[in-house]
């Protein structure tokens, strides 16, 4: 992760007292960019799926959904969100680094802690970038997917797009769609240099790629030759997608 690449962050706070002392700690960092907060669990999962943060803070006492369960849900469901949990108590702390925690704060909270918060979610990201720059870069003959019924045994090159809703994976052709539980890691690892991870919740087929445009204020939308529906590109990764696709960088 660039040193002066900015940390999407989100704040879950049911106290509006902390909640104001925890943005005026996040002030402080400028990598920080503090794009959404929630009050409680329902209203974090929907802002989440908005924003698609980096980097989320969590109260684990917070209504509706607690900081626990709804810290498994985003682990599965957006993986490349780092979770940090904020509490009065200690006792959660080994249930949560179960669930990969990037960090677990104890209140009050210092600028310290935030420091070493942002520090730890650079660290793993590099981390994940360095596994990815490992990957094999020739595209499979054949991917084979386990579905709910049968085996299916697809052509990567006649892939347009893979998407993930709700923990749900759906690989599209022009012809039919295969959905399997398969995570978007696991099938980005086993596909091959053609495919770029555009989105939290899409892998695209760069071959297929023939128009980009605006869709909203954290995304772009990806058009496909011959096909209607369409898929996401993360504003944050534009300009890498167009350098992928062979233009230069802006």
């Known amino acids: 992760?660039?040193?002066?690449?900015?940390?999407r962050t989100m704040l879950i706070e049911d106290d509006s007292i902390i909640g104001s002392y925890?943005?005026?700690?996040?002030?402080?960092?400028?990598?920080?960019?503090?794009?959404?907060c929630a009050q409680d669990g329902q209203e974090a999962l929907e802002m989440i799926e908005r924003f698609l943060p980096d980097l989320v803070f969590i109260d684990i006492n917070i209504p509706l959904i607690d900081?626990?369960?709804?810290?498994?849900?985003?682990?599965?469901?957006?993986?490349?969100?780092?979770?940090?949990?904020?509490?009065?108590?200690?006792?959660?702390?080994?249930?949560?680094?179960?669930l990969e925690a990037c960090d677990y704060l104890v209140k009050p909270i210092t600028e310290?802690?935030?420091?070493?918060?942002?520090?730890?979610?650079?660290?793993?990201?590099?981390?994940?970038?360095?596994?990815?720059?490992?990957?094999?870069?020739n595209q499979p003959e054949r991917l084979i997917i386990q579905t709910s019924f049968n085996t299916s045994v697809i052509d990567p090159a006649q892939i347009l797009y893979?998407?993930?809703?709700?923990?749900?994976?759906?690989?599209?052709?022009?012809s039919s769609k295969y959905r399997c539980n398969e995570k978007l890691d696991a099938l980005e690892a086993r596909l091959g240099k053609n495919?770029?991870?555009?989105?939290?919740?899409?892998?695209?087929?760069?071959?297929?790629?023939?128009?980009?445009?605006p869709f909203n204020d954290t995304s772009q939308d990806v058009s496909f030759h011959g096909y209607f529906?369409?898929?996401l590109v993360n504003r944050k990764k534009l300009q890498e997608l167009i350098i992928r696709l062979g233009g230069k960088k802006h």
């Open 1 to 7: 992760m660039g040193e002066n690449e900015v940390i």
């Open 22 to 36: 925890m943005r005026s700690l996040f002030s402080k960092f400028s990598r920080l960019d503090l794009v959404a």
């Open 67 to 98: 900081g626990m369960a709804l810290a498994a849900m985003i682990r599965e469901q957006y993986p490349d969100s780092s979770v940090v949990f904020t509490t009065a108590y200690s006792q959660y702390a080994a249930e949560a680094f179960k």
């Open 112 to 137: 310290q802690d935030i420091e070493r918060v942002i520090k730890r979610h650079m660290k793993y990201k590099d981390a994940q970038n360095s596994a990815a720059a490992k990957m094999p870069g």
């Open 162 to 174: 893979i998407e993930r809703i709700n923990r749900t994976t759906t690989i599209v052709t022009k």
């Open 195 to 213: 495919f770029f991870r555009s989105h939290r919740g899409y892998i695209i087929n760069l071959d297929r790629v023939e128009k980009i445009r």
């Open 229 to 231: 529906d369409r898929a």
